[in-house]
């Protein structure tokens, strides 16, 4: 071997030794910051990631440390940023595993910033990519989340029914819907009968105390218009009658959207500390 050829040699081995050696020094670093995200340290996992993002010229953890960065921001409730980190993976991603994960941890983070229209606009596009034919029904079940999140149960109950008629999901939402009171009703039929809209959701001391004062105040105007005492009917029926019938829609509409939040939030506890399937 000539000097000539000596010096290439060992200028190469140089260089490839070099390299070897800076990404262990890469893989550790990654690796020291999965360790920092598995122990909960997010800020600290993401000053590693983006450090490790300055120096690694090769791109090797564009995704990975991108992705990583991303569900630390969504742990932290930063969701705008995890958005950022997540659009920024999928824009690295090199292969459709990759691609299909990011993009739904966009839409996964979108339906827990309660930004329902825009995770379910991804969610169509998603549906309408033929790269993604065979995610059907990881499609349906986050669009199911998504309408649960926008308190929208029945739609919910149809998107899980497509996975399986029997989904523990589908089950929930379905007795979540049923249990709610109708708010239209509940004003409805206090139109008819003041003080019945109360007693539909429940609320039975309200609503005959409603339906009391009512009949009271409503006998009191009749009774001074048949007596010909036109100004006491008025009076008694603008001022007393009227306030205790509009107080009477106003609570049985109250009262109903009150029990639905209690229904709504109940199911989401469960679904927040018992569920044991995947959540957003």
Request: hydrophobic fraction near 40%.
């Amino acid at each position: 071997m000539t000097f000539v050829n000596k010096k290439y040699f060992i200028l190469i081995f140089i260089l490839f030794s070099t390299h070897l050696f800076a990404q262990n020094v890469f893989d550790e670093q990654f690796n020291y910051a999965q360790k920092l995200y598995n122990e909960e340290n997010y800020f600290d996992a993401i000053t590693e990631l983006k450090r490790l993002q300055y120096f690694d010229s090769s791109d090797k953890y564009s995704f990975t440390s991108n992705f990583l960065i991303g569900e630390c921001y969504k742990q932290g409730a930063k969701f705008s940023d995890a958005i950022n980190y997540f659009v920024s993976a999928e824009i690295c991603a090199d292969n459709i595993n990759d691609l299909y994960s990011a993009k739904e941890e966009i839409i996964r983070t979108n339906i827990l910033r309660r930004t329902t229209s825009r995770a379910l606009e991804l969610i169509d596009a998603l549906e309408n990519d033929k790269h993604f034919e065979n995610k059907t029904n990881q499609i349906n079940y986050w669009r199911g989340w998504a309408y649960i999140f926008a308190d929208d149960w029945d739609n919910a109950v149809v998107s899980f029914s497509k996975i399986n008629s029997n989904h523990e999901l589908k089950l929930l939402c379905e007795k979540t819907s049923d249990d709610l009171y109708s708010v239209g009703f509940a004003k409805g039929i206090s139109i008819l009968i003041p003080g019945a809209g109360q007693i539909y959701t429940g609320e039975y001391f309200s609503g005959f105390l409603s339906f009391g004062w009512n009949v009271l105040w409503g006998y009191l105007t009749i009774n001074s218009f048949a007596d010909d005492r036109i100004f006491d009917g008025l009076m008694t029926g603008s001022f007393l009658w009227m306030r205790f019938f509009n107080g009477n829609l106003q609570n049985a509409e109250k009262f109903a959207i009150e029990k639905n939040w209690e229904i709504s939030n109940r199911a989401l506890e469960y679904l927040q500390f018992e569920y044991p399937g995947l959540k957003p």
